[in-house]
């Protein structure tokens, strides 16, 4: 009687183990390790050396995509006016659509006051020159194919659209 009584109170105050909560408390220290092995191919400049020496540079953002949510850029910068945009080098998960020009009217340099007269003079020059023009071209979510962003000739992405994730 007494017995049956302690193995009832120890079925209710069973310890569930990591199995049992399906957790495994070391999954964060491997995503990690993945994420910055990830982020030193990007600069394979370096020697080996000093990559293990050298801690990586912080990101401003995790990138993904709005629609379906499959990450798009580890490394990237944030605007410093628009801060729901980043610009990134290295990618994943997306593609340049290399057919498809997007031209942007290039926008004249902020001028002070007392350069009025000057920034007058450089329009009615470019005005009559032929229009100079940004050129780019879309990037899309390789899963869903939502628009993201826009690659230049410099070979930079532009995102836009995107789910950030900040660090």
């Excluded at 390790?33 to 400049?45: F, L, M, P, Q, T």
């Excluded at 009025?116 to 009615?124: D, E």
Aim: some cysteine.
């Amino acid at each position: 009687d007494e017995q049956g009584k302690k193995q009832k109170k120890k079925q209710r105050h069973k310890v569930l183990t990591n199995d049992d909560l399906l957790y495994d408390p070391d999954e964060d220290d491997r995503d990690q390790a993945w994420v910055d092995a990830k982020r030193k191919g990007y600069r394979n400049k370096q020697t080996h050396a000093q990559q293990t020496k050298q801690a990586l540079p912080s990101s401003d953002a995790i990138l993904n995509c709005p629609a379906c949510m499959t990450t798009l850029c580890l490394d990237c910068q944030r605007h410093e006016s628009y801060k729901t945009q980043y610009r990134a080098m290295f990618v994943m998960n997306c593609t340049v659509n290399k057919n498809e020009v997007l031209k942007f009217p290039e926008q004249p340099t902020k001028h002070r006051r007392r350069n009025r007269k000057k920034f007058k003079a450089q329009l009615a020059d470019s005005a009559s020159e032929s229009q100079n023009t940004e050129m780019y071209h879309p990037v899309k979510c390789n899963e869903c194919s939502t628009e993201v962003a826009v690659y230049d000739k410099e070979e930079v992405y532009h995102f836009f659209n995107v789910l950030a994730s900040h660090c």
